[in-house]
């Protein structure tokens, strides 16, 4: 006949019993909470008293103040408000960054991530005022406990039967397989060889879904532990398909005895067949906790299936030791495709480090000042890879070139765009009219719909003499602090590059006095956000440029940046945050220059 696996008041209890054998001879199948009192950190901070808390509940949130959802809260400034988080993955105890201030180091090294060892010592931040030492209690005390639970759970079976005794065994046997570290495909053939044991089968498979979801045969196995042909298997699609429906175990005893559809499937007249067991396996959902959601539905990620061409009779041990063996092959492949995704994103994750290193070098690196003016600037992706851009460079007539520009749209793609704009834009400095170059620009990219950006800049070429040409594109106005006032350096509307095919972009010009200094900025600045979402804005960059225009450029740009971070409280930002702070000295030779300035187109 054929049943799914529903189970009485004792197979439950046996059941129950199975699970916490498992569990507890083998640590690595525990659950979050299980594992997580496994766990504790040691907090040293130098001018506190050193404690101890365990790790109650997964993931752990570690930051400032219990209001942000910390689980500990560490009462110093020193500590972000969302500093990290340790959690369990599939090698282990995991921490992450969660944006501590200057990051955090696992042994003296910095890391956004890493699996945490007995003994690792956690530093949060540049700091060494505070360290946390993450704990795990001894693996021999677990075991301990799991032997005493064993003996504890076959005497209260008193040996009743040799048969349920051995696929207990055989179930451990699996189960410590199943977590070594040999390959996974020798792992998963063990895997069948035991399930076979225990069913009297003549053949086992592992079955997972293809790309269009249809079940293919990866791994067979013989009763003789011969590995068979995946291509040559042709298990019951009639039987797979209930037990996928169902999501729970199908066992067919007397194929015989089964509904008329079954019997006369073809596969199992063909191959006389008489028996058989097909173990779905589910991975965890992953999606809203809501159960009626499509998205929170677990994921199939294969099947275990056994036939035999003799009836079978199965217990309530077997019908448990069988539920509990599908469990733990699919918590392998489970873990097995996480391992994966979590290649594929270190790899990415590779990427991007290289890009951003790409990037970085192509920033201006430190800045060199000029007989006739003195710069400094300062570029904060807010991910891996950014869309802002800045660069000054001396060109053969004495002048030097200014250049801030802001790509539409943030990670590797806007990165993309600003490295080939950086390209064509270093012609300038070989004498090209930049007008002509900002004209061809925007008619390169409006040509080109499918790269979907557009950015804006402001580019000047500031003369000895203090005659600064600038063009711009939809950039934000450069501040201009002069004699204590601080103003925008234009006003009025301008179209960003790669926007509107038919625009057309024009040079203008004013005369700089000695001190005069220019702040240049992305929006990320002025768009930068607090906790409620309110922008930092015009105004406030306004007063902070104020209170330092009469500081040194670092002094300044430090003073601007101090004032964001206060204004935003550590809140996450989503744009680049860029400044270039140019300061004009005077000519060369040291004369002044008169103070009355030409207008400035609108």
């Known amino acids: 006949m054929q049943r799914s696996c529903s189970h009485t008041q004792n197979p439950r209890a046996i059941g129950a019993a199975i699970g916490r054998l498992l569990e507890f001879t083998h640590p690595t199948l525990m659950s979050q909470s299980t594992a997580a009192a496994r766990a504790y950190i040691e907090i040293a901070f130098s001018d506190h008293p050193s404690q101890v808390v365990s790790i109650s509940e997964l993931p752990f949130f570690i930051g400032r103040g219990r209001e942000s959802g910390n689980h500990l809260s560490l009462d110093d400034m020193r500590i972000s408000r969302k500093c990290a988080a340790i959690s369990l993955g599939a090698s282990g105890f995991f921490i992450e960054d969660r944006g501590q201030r200057d990051g955090i180091f696992v042994n003296g090294k910095p890391t956004m991530g890493r699996t945490l060892a007995d003994g690792d010592r956690i530093r949060l931040g540049g700091d060494d005022a505070c360290q946390l030492v993450f704990r795990l209690h001894s693996e021999a005390s677990l075991q301990e406990e799991g032997e005493t639970k064993l003996r504890s759970l076959l005497d209260s079976w008193g ?8 696929g207990l065994r055989l179930l451990l046997e699996a189960t410590s397989m199943l977590h070594s570290q040999l390959p996974l495909e020798s792992v998963l053939g063990a895997m069948l060889d035991h399930a076979i044991v225990i069913t009297h089968a003549d ?22 532990g011969e590995s068979l042909a995946p ?8 039987v797979l398909k209930s037990a ?59 099947a275990v299936y056994l036939d035999s061409r003799r009836a079978s009779t199965f217990s309530a041990l077997d019908r448990q030791i069988l539920d509990a063996l599908g469990a733990q092959a699919a918590s392998i492949l489970d873990n097995s495709r996480l391992i ?6 270190q790899r990415l994750e590779q990427e991007l480090n290289i890009a951003r290193e790409i990037q970085q070098a192509l920033v201006p690196q430190g800045m060199q000042d000029f007989p006739h003016l003195t710069v400094t600037g300062t570029h904060h992706p ?40 950086q390209g064509a834009l270093s012609g300038m400095t070989l004498g090209v009219d930049p007008v002509q170059v900002f004209n061809h620009l925007n008619r390169f990219l409006c040509e080109r719909a499918a790269v979907r950006r557009y950015a804006t800049m402001f580019f000047g070429l500031l003369s000895p003499d203090g005659t600064l040409e600038f063009v711009r594109a939809g950039h934000p106005s450069p501040l201009l602090l002069r004699r204590g006032q601080v103003s925008e350096l234009y006003t009025g509307g301008s179209f960003p590059v790669g926007l509107i ?29 607090d ?9 406030r960059l306004m007063e902070a440029a104020g209170r330092h225009q009469d500081s040194t450029l670092d002094d300044l740009k430090d003073g601007i940046l101090a004032a964001v971070e206060k204004f935003t409280e550590g809140a996450s930002q989503f744009d680049d945050i860029t400044l270039l702070v140019v300061r004009y000295r005077g000519p060369a030779t040291g004369a002044g220059l008169p103070a009355d300035l030409p207008t400035v187109n609108s």
Do not use: W
Request: aromatic letters at 4%; charged letters at 25%; a negative charge.
């Open 159 to 166: 040996g009743d039967s040799a048969d349920e005794l051995k």
């Open 203 to 224: 053949r086992g498979m592992l079955l997972e879904p293809d790309a269009s979801g249809v079940m293919q045969v990866k791994v067979a196995r013989g009763r003789d």
């Open 231 to 238: 291509e040559a298997m042709n298990p019951s699609r009639s």
């Open 244 to 302: 996928i429906e169902l999501e729970s175990a199908v066992i067919n005893e007397d194929l015989n005895l089964a509904d008329m559809n079954l019997q006369s499937a073809q596969s199992v007249v063909m191959q006389l067949l008489r028996s058989s067991v097909v173990i779905p396996l589910f991975g965890k959902p992953r999606g809203p906790a809501d159960p009626s959601s499509e998205v929170a539905r677990r994921q199939l990620l294969g």
């Open 340 to 345: 994966e995704r979590e290649r594929e994103r």
């Open 382 to 421: 807010c991910y891996e890879v950014g869309g802002d851009y800045f660069d000054v460079c001396p060109l053969a007539d004495g002048r030097v070139a200014i250049l801030i520009a802001d790509v539409a749209g943030k990670g590797l793609g806007a990165a993309l765009l600003t490295t080939m704009l």
């Open 501 to 529: 095919d038919l625009a057309t972009f024009m040079s203008d010009h004013i005369q700089l006095e000695p001190q005069d200094t220019l702040v240049l900025f992305t929006d990320g600045v002025t768009e930068a956000e």
């Open 531 to 539: 906790r409620d979402h309110n922008p930092f804005g015009d105004e």
